[in-house]
């Protein structure tokens, strides 16, 4: 099981048995963001690009607890570079960290530091926390390499994928990948964060053949397919509880279709 809690746009924590990490935590500056970078508290960061949207406060929260940042050669140099612990991975390679295994994957879009650094090429991530494993897609376009993740190199229990348009994928090119992947359960991220990149996740929803998870900013959900939950608040930062639906069972272990409303 792996909880996943929503920070906006594309900032995730994820949580497995054996540890946490956050991916692309944009905070400061995020217009969705329910949280501070000060109240991060996790083993691990993960950046899959240099866009201030997405290594956003990877700086100040890897200074402040003293941890690693994952990502390719060049976005890792190039935090070692600022004094900071870093882990360089690239395309297609695996790394077993204590919290569980990465794989970085293709995605096709650039990588530039905020000053206008080119970084080479962007990344997504596949995290394993076994048995759970989760694709973060990333800014990506829509790309045949997808395909891989279908019971070739991985099997996706959650995918993480970008619906907002503009900068990558919109919904139908989304609807694909979903296609693609073949995930258990999806969940749209890159979206609404600003009127360019407005998109309505339960039209995503409709339109994929499988469970779809929409978090809201603050929300989390605990994920797995031998006993998928429903979306809980963070008591520390909420002020009601939260009802979601349930979604019946089908014999191939996968959820019916459908989307979890807030």
């Avoid at 929803?205 to 998870?213: D, G, I, M, N």
Wanted: include cysteine; charged fraction near 20%.
């Amino acid at each position: 099981m792996v909880v996943v809690t929503y920070h906006g746009h594309a900032c995730l924590e994820l949580a497995g048995q054996a540890g946490k990490v956050v991916v692309d935590p944009f905070l400061a500056g995020n217009p969705l963001a329910d949280c501070k970078a000060d109240d991060i508290e996790v083993d691990a960061i993960l950046v899959s690009h240099a866009h201030a949207d997405h290594m956003g406060d990877a700086v100040s929260i890897a200074k402040r607890l003293e941890i690693p940042i994952i990502g390719t050669a060049e976005v890792a140099n190039y935090f070692q570079s600022l004094g900071l612990r870093s882990h360089a991975m690239h395309i297609g390679g695996q790394h077993r960290f204590e919290f569980g295994r990465v794989r970085l994957t293709v995605a096709h879009h650039g990588n530039t530091t905020p000053d206008g650094r080119s970084l080479g090429l962007a990344c997504g991530f596949v995290v394993d926390f076994e048995p759970t494993t989760v694709y973060f897609a990333g800014d990506t376009g829509l790309t045949l390499d997808m395909k891989l993740l279908d019971g070739v190199l991985e099997t996706i229990d959650l995918a993480c994928l970008p619906i907002g348009g503009n900068f990558t994928m919109d919904i139908p090119d989304a609807v694909r990948a979903v296609e693609f992947i073949n995930p258990r359960t999806v969940m749209p991220m890159h979206y609404g964060t600003w009127p360019v990149i407005e998109a309505d996740p339960y039209d995503f929803a409709k339109r994929v053949a499988c469970k779809t998870l929409v978090l809201k900013p603050g929300q989390s959900a605990q994920v797995g397919w031998r006993n998928p939950s429903g979306i809980v608040r963070r008591p520390a930062r909420a002020g009601s509880t939260t009802e979601v639906g349930r979604h019946s069972s089908r014999q191939d272990g996968r959820s019916a279709p459908g989307a979890t409303r807030p």
